[in-house]
């Protein structure tokens, strides 16, 4: 979907801001938050691919407002309320309990066995890697054109890279198909590739010559680059001057114009 | 530690956001429906904020800085080699590890949420989830890098992965110039967690 979530490229947001000596987590809730994520409780059995578009189909006002974890708990709270767990006027009711008796202990309940499996979870992970028989359609050093493809679900395409040129630098076997995946459409796995495309086709003649994206694209994502002879690097008016020099300088300037940080929530 | 614990005690004495009451009604409710176990929950926590972190991935690069070897076979398979030290699991499953040169600068980022090498870096920290990073981080990388204390040569490439896959990426760093005499151990203390995001070089200001 084209959501609030695609964010490579967009302007506004003024510079990074970093914090010395971070906490893992800023406070307890976001920890707890996180790790009944992870675990998965409440909820009936999901995919990484559909809590990811859980969060990216939060209302687009809600996700800038909120912090990375507020949106985890956002997400959350939707998957248990859908899958019947819990009812939004149980959740309410409990949040007026707390909220009046603030000594109100969390209630607890043990399962050493389940925090050992979770432990062994942890460790092991879930590959996401398949065998398929069929072969994969492009090879290392091929040139592909990225489709200009806008589903209305989930994609791990971004619209940055859409319609460019690109070269295949790797291929990774087949990886479990996000698309389908997040929708309980099934895994379909796909041939895997990264693709190299360069910020000139990316961004155009002001970006730097000697800068590139790299990002893993399934096949489906990409048709082989009918336009022939040279497509990645620098494109348009600028390579005949193949000026590297004089391209980076008028980058840096454009670089120091800096948009002003709209304030919100720096997490 | 556990949330009640800290308000009732001494941590945090200030009231409860709206998000921390929601969080904990949620996980009362689900273990009053005997659907949550609270030490699956606190396991987690506690495995993520004492546990696994950038101290692991700094043994993997200081290891690959003493052992050309293994720093081939790390180049090559970096889930198998990393998982020679003993380290990989959820958000690792798939590990790539890119290498900095003299010529060659890479950087990491996931434009489309926050994707990031839990098993040898830990969880994100806020930066790399901000809106800012991931907008920018593809667009104007020069630009961000420097804001962040890193001036690239402008003849030196540079490399951004946005992962968007489960491909993770982890940089190796270049070995900081003076450094020959010294131990694994001394070199892993040198390799801070933004030198192998890629917004650092290693054993400069910490990360």
């Excluded at chain 1, 976001?30 to 009944?36: D, N």
């Excluded at chain 1, 008796?101 to 992970?125: K, M």
């Excluded at chain 1, 348009?236 to 020099?245: E, I």
């Excluded at chain 2, 890098?145 to 040569?153: F, I, K, N, T, V």
Aim: hydrophobic residues 35%; contains cysteine.
């Amino acid at each position: 979907m084209n959501g609030i979530h695609d964010m490579g490229g967009m302007d506004g947001f003024g510079p990074v801001q970093r914090e010395t000596n971070e906490p893992v987590f800023h406070e307890p809730w976001e920890g707890r938050v996180f790790a009944m994520n992870i675990s998965g409780v409440g909820r009936p059995p999901s995919t990484i691919d559909a809590g990811r578009h859980g969060i990216e189909r939060l209302d687009p006002a809600r996700y800038l407002a909120s912090s990375y974890y507020e949106r985890w708990l956002a997400r959350m709270e939707e998957a248990i309320v859908a899958g019947g767990a819990l009812s939004r006027d149980e959740i309410e009711a409990k949040i007026k309990e707390f909220s009046a008796n603030r000594d109100l202990p969390v209630p607890r309940r043990e399962d050493p066995a389940a925090a050992e499996q979770i432990s062994l979870l942890l460790r092991t992970g879930n590959p996401v890697t398949r065998t398929i028989l069929r072969k994969p359609r492009f090879a290392v050093g091929d040139r592909v054109m990225t489709r200009n493809l806008n589903p209305h679900g989930h994609t791990r395409l971004p619209r940055y890279t859409r319609g460019k040129h690109g070269v295949i630098t790797a291929h990774h076997g087949a990886h479990v198909f996000p698309d389908t995946n997040a929708h309980g459409l099934g895994e379909n796995p796909q041939h895997l590739y990264t693709v190299r495309i360069s910020a000139r086709e990316l961004w155009g003649d002001t970006a730097e010559t000697n800068e590139c994206v790299l990002i893993d694209l399934w096949e489906s994502y990409l048709a082989n680059d009918s336009s022939g002879t040279k497509p990645p690097p620098p494109r348009g008016p600028a390579k005949a001057k193949s000026a590297k020099s004089k391209a980076s300088s008028r980058s840096r300037e454009s670089s120091r114009v800096q948009s002003k940080s709209i304030r919100k929530k720096a997490r | 530690m556990s949330e009640q614990q800290s308000e009732k005690g001494h941590h945090h004495p200030r009231p409860l956001s709206l998000s921390a009451l929601r969080a904990k009604a949620i996980e009362a409710l689900l273990v009053e429906k005997g659907l949550l176990a609270s030490d699956v929950i606190d396991r987690i926590v506690e495995t993520y904020e004492n546990d696994v972190g950038p101290l692991y991935g700094a043994k993997v690069v200081a290891h690959a800085w003493c052992d050309p070897d293994y720093k081939r076979r790390l180049l090559r398979d970096g889930t198998a080699a990393i998982a020679e030290l003993g380290f990989g699991g959820v958000q690792g499953e798939h590990m790539q590890v890119v290498e900095n040169t003299p010529r060659i600068h890479n950087v990491v980022c996931c434009t489309l949420c926050s994707c990031y090498p839990w098993p040898v870096l830990g969880l994100p920290p806020v930066w790399y989830k901000s809106f800012e990073y991931r907008a920018r981080i593809v667009r104007e990388p020069r630009a961000v890098l420097q804001e962040c204390g890193l001036d690239l040569p402008p003849n030196v490439e540079l490399r951004v992965w946005d992962s968007s896959s489960e491909l993770r990426y982890l940089v190796l760093p270049e070995r900081p110039p003076d450094t020959e005499g010294m131990s694994e151990a001394e070199l892993a203390a040198l390799v801070t967690r933004d030198s192998m995001i890629g917004i650092a070089k290693a054993g400069r200001a910490k990360g």
